[in-house]
T-cell receptor, first 114, second 112 residues
Framework: AAGVIQSPRHLIKEKRETATLKCYPI?????VYWYQQGPGQDPQFLIS???????DKGSIPDRFSAQQFSDYHSELNMSSLELGDSALYFC?????????????FGEGSWLTVV | KNEVEQSPQNLTAQEGEFITINCSYS?????LHWLQQHPGGGIVSLFM???GKKKHGRLIATINIQEKHSSLHITASHPRDSAVYIC??????????????FGQGTTLQVKP
């Protein structure tokens, strides 16, 4: 069965550059969530989208933005990158109308800022 | 103090042993999730609980809402169970299931 697909899996950027991460939810899933996990840290919720509208916001820096497109894939845009942005970024998806709203996670995208 | 606390932080077991990982939380929740994270980052959702007990294969998860405590049990542990196990909660009243508060994870190593 198709899972949550994230790309790229690994990304190296320099300080002050911009990075874009993509998340393709499981087909028919209407909700996407983004999380950030710094080295040795707990994951932190960043932002979520339901039916292409932002549904909730967590600890997402102002330098970051995200959106969900008409095909339900989502992109996380990160500008003016800082060394502290180096982390694993993973997304998840769910179908709000499904039983228990089970969340399915992607493999994550590793961002290294040098 | 973190809103979600796990214990132990690290656990080493011999193959075949029964394993318990604990999670305590200090906020009202609508659901509790047990997640498994393997080296390289991929996360798998093992259970989502709002009450009682769930079982899937060798894994059992229980939750006591009154005590704000959940446990994840692994029976007949195997080296392939080696991973980080993360407890995460959805805050009560939140309709956004995926807006999670995560525990710090328990690193499990099962030796053959």
């Amino acid at each position: 069965a198709a899972g949550v697909i994230q790309s790229p899996r690994h990304l190296i950027k320099e300080k002050r550059e911009t990075a874009t991460l993509k998340c393709y939810p499981i087909p028919r899933h209407d909700t996407v969530y983004w999380y950030q996990q710094g080295p040795g840290q707990d994951p932190q919720f960043l932002i979520s989208f339901y039916e292409k509208m932002q549904s909730d916001k967590g600890s997402i820096p102002d330098r970051f933005s995200a959106q969900q497109f008409s095909d339900y894939h989502s992109e996380l845009n990160m500008s003016s990158l800082e060394l502290g942005d180096s982390a694993l970024y993973f997304c998840a998806s769910s179908y709000t109308g499904g039983p228990g709203n089970t969340i399915y996670f992607g493999e994550g995208s590793w961002l290294t800022v040098v | 103090k973190n809103e979600v606390e796990q214990s132990p932080q690290n656990l080493t077991a011999q193959e075949g042993e029964f394993i318990t990982i604990n999670c305590s939380y200090s906020v009202g929740i609508s659901a509790l999730h047990w997640l498994q994270q393997h080296p390289g980052g991929g996360i798998v959702s093992l259970f989502m609980l709002s009450s009682g007990k769930k079982k899937h294969g060798r894994l059992i998860a229980t939750i006591n809402i009154q005590e704000k405590h959940s446990s994840l049990h692994i029976t007949a542990s195997h080296p392939r169970d080696s991973a980080v196990y993360i407890c995460a909660v959805t805050i009560h009243g939140s309709s956004n299931t995926g807006k999670l508060i995560f525990g710090q994870g328990t690193t499990l190593q099962v030796k053959p």
